[in-house]
């Protein structure tokens, strides 16, 4: 499940939704996050997921990848 939150993610980012109105729309009510996004460098932020991944935003490509 973890891969199609991945997939909403990225369809929303390609139809440009910026990061904040992702997360609300579809990461903050998801049942597969825990917690806050976390600013992990510059340019990269991270959500934790319940099964111990992490969603990875990077803003310079304005994509997200599972970590």
């Known amino acids: 499940m973890p891969a199609d939150l991945l997939s909403r993610c990225?369809?929303?980012a390609s139809r440009g939704e910026t990061f904040p109105?992702?997360?609300?729309t579809i990461?903050?009510?998801s049942?597969?996050?825990k917690g806050t996004p976390i600013q992990a460098s510059a340019g990269r932020l991270?959500?934790?997921l319940i099964n111990?991944?992490?969603?990875v935003y990077l803003s310079?490509?304005?994509e997200f990848s599972l970590g």
Do not use: M, P, S, Y
């Not at 109105?21 to 609300?24: F, H, N, V, Y």
């Open 10 to 12: 990225n369809a929303a």
């Open 21 to 24: 109105a992702i997360w609300q």
């Open 27 to 29: 990461l903050q009510t």
């Open 31 to 33: 049942f597969l996050v």
């Open 46 to 48: 991270e959500v934790r």
């Open 52 to 55: 111990g991944q992490r969603l």
């Open 60 to 62: 310079d490509a304005k």
